[in-house]
């Protein structure tokens, strides 16, 4: 008999470990569920992956997340040219945890109404936690990612969440998560001048003009040629008009 009540005391207290170190990300699923709960700049730095997704920095295969973000920073999003490092994680599937307990409760409640006995949705509440050790998960998580100098020990970032089959990662800067789900935008490269369009009809050969528009005269304006400054002409003084002499009486 003692054999057995230990055995039953270390088994509940392994279901309660497992639930306590459980809390924050069992806490991070329902932030996750509810997005009034998280602030506006997680979600900007949040993304979430699912198996039917195609991402060219990321793909499932036999049960394993794998994820490759090279040449930016993780955390500042700098542009660096460091070594890429390779980390293998297994994350607890919170999602499992979470619903497992929830699932039983609400069958222990349908039945508590039928059998109109309140013990069975009284026990139903720690068999939950049971259930939910005994059919717990884990992910397989292959990140290739780069830190700079700044950041090599900031090992918390990226934030990686394992929500059934679905990845959710959380860089530290939201230009990582635009990086990682639609590449290097234009926005961050130097700006190109653009070319003047060509006259289409312009003859064959001809180089497209410049930016400007020709002169039109107007009206009430003197002759283009008139106007025109000549250079290839030497310049010459004419003296004014002399008035006319008064008559001496």
Avoid at 6 to 12: C, M, Q, R, T, V
Avoid at 192 to 209: M, N, V, W
Avoid at 216 to 229: G, N, R, V, Y
Wanted: charged share 20%.
């Amino acid at each position: 008999m003692r054999q057995v009540a230990s055995l039953i005391a270390k088994f509940i207290g392994d279901v309660a470990r497992y639930y306590w170190g459980m809390r924050g990300l069992l806490w991070e699923f329902i932030r996750g569920m509810a997005p009034n709960l998280m602030d506006e700049s997680l979600r900007f730095r949040e993304v979430r992956l699912t198996p039917h997704e195609g991402r060219s920095m990321a793909e499932f295969d036999d049960g394993t997340w794998k994820v490759s973000i090279p040449g930016r920073c993780v955390v500042c999003a700098d542009a660096v040219r460091n070594a890429p490092v390779i980390e293998e994680l297994s994350i607890d599937d919170a999602a499992r945890a979470f619903w497992v307990p929830l699932g039983t409760v609400l069958v222990g409640t349908v039945l508590s109404i039928v059998l109109w006995n309140r013990w069975v949705v009284v026990l139903s509440m720690p068999l939950g936690f049971v259930f939910g050790y005994l059919l717990r998960t884990r992910m397989s998580v292959r990140l290739q990612i780069v830190r700079c100098d700044q950041h090599t020990s900031r090992t918390n970032i990226p934030q990686v969440l394992a929500w059934g089959t679905t990845l959710v990662l959380r860089f530290g800067h939201k230009l990582v998560r635009r990086v990682f789900l639609y590449g290097e935008s234009m926005d961050t490269a130097v700006p190109q001048a653009e070319a003047p369009p060509a006259d289409p009809f312009a003859p064959a050969g001809h180089e497209p003009a410049a930016w400007h528009s020709q002169p039109i005269p107007l009206a009430d304006s003197p002759s283009p040629q008139d106007a025109k400054i000549q250079y290839d002409a030497d310049p010459t003084f004419k003296p004014p008009d002399e008035p006319p002499s008064p008559e001496v009486q």
